[in-house]
């Protein structure tokens, strides 16, 4: 399965890819994260990086398309992969097509609808395991032990982005340079829009029904 998911900042593309990763075996390729860990390695490309994340503002494509170019070259996603905020920008759709020879063209743009102010209530409420990356919400999703991760015990934090402004900032963002993606596929015949609002495992039945039978588990035993 070759798949974007697009979506609004805390729109649940994350939540969703990750499900989606486990019932496919297709790999989350999620450019926040990829961004984030050059942050926490002190790479040049992660300091750079840093600037732009703090403000709320893109980073710059030279940057992100590096990053993505090398993830989609190892070999877990030769058989697919799930693009989590990548492209964000019509210059960064322009690329990946580019990129993807006709073998791997992309097969489907879920985009993932939710409005403003659930937005603001989800990213405020958002913690993620400093060591396993697991998601929670305050609310909606909480750990069964306070600030400590369910699967391995490991501290919650919250993103250093997922302050008031911050997100403001990130919102206009999306609007201003993201949202003419939904175009952009529509035209290329390969959007569906998807409404982000219910529990994840309802999202995550509107998305398959979607995807159809592209959402096929891989097979993992092939003929030679
Ligand atoms: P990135 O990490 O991609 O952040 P984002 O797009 O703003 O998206 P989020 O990770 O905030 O949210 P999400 O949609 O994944 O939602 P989630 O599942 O976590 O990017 C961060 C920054 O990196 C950017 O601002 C930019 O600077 C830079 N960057 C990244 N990609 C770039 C690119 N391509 N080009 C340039 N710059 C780039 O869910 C959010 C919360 O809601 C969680 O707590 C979750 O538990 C909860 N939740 C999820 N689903 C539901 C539900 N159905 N009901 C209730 N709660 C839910």
Redesign the pocket.
């Known amino acids: 399965m070759r798949l974007v998911l697009l979506?609004?900042?805390?729109?649940?593309?994350?939540?969703?890819a990750r499900m989606l990763e486990k019932s496919t075996g297709a790999p989350q390729v999620?450019?926040?994260?990829l961004?984030?860990a050059a942050v926490r390695n002190r790479s040049a490309l992660g300091v750079e990086?840093k600037r732009?994340?703090d403000k709320?503002?893109?980073?710059p494509?030279e940057l992100?398309l590096k990053l993505i170019e090398q993830r989609l070259a190892q070999p877990d996603a030769a058989g697919g992969f799930i693009l989590?905020?990548?492209?964000?920008?019509v210059a960064?759709a322009e690329t990946l097509g580019a990129m993807l020879d006709e073998a791997r063209r992309l097969e489907k743009v879920i985009a993932?609808s939710v409005p403003d102010e659930e937005i603001v209530k989800?990213?405020s409420?958002?913690?993620t395991c400093k060591n396993c990356g697991a998601?929670?919400?305050l609310i909606?999703?909480p750990p069964r032990n306070h600030n400590l991760c369910n699967n391995c015990n490991g501290e919650l934090y919250q993103?250093d982005?997922?302050a008031e402004d911050t997100v403001r900032m990130?919102l206009e963002?999306y609007a201003a340079a993201t949202r003419p993606l939904l175009d952009y596929y529509g035209r290329a015949g390969v959007l569906s829009e998807v409404d982000?609002?219910?529990?994840?495992e309802e999202?995550q039945r509107r998305i398959l029904n979607a995807l159809g039978p592209i959402a096929a588990p891989a097979s993992k035993d092939k003929p030679a």
Do not use: W
Not at 30 to 33: K, L, V, Y
Not at 56 to 59: C, K, N, P
Not at 84 to 89: E, N, S
Not at 196 to 200: A, C, S, V
């Open positions: 979506g609004p900042p805390g729109a649940g593309k994350g939540t969703q999620a450019s926040g994260d961004l984030r990086a732009y994340m709320g503002a893109l980073v494509d992100v989590d905020g990548f492209p964000r920008t960064q993932i989800r990213i409420g958002r913690r998601m929670y919400h909606y999703d993103r982005d997922d990130r963002v982000g609002i219910g529990r994840p999202i």
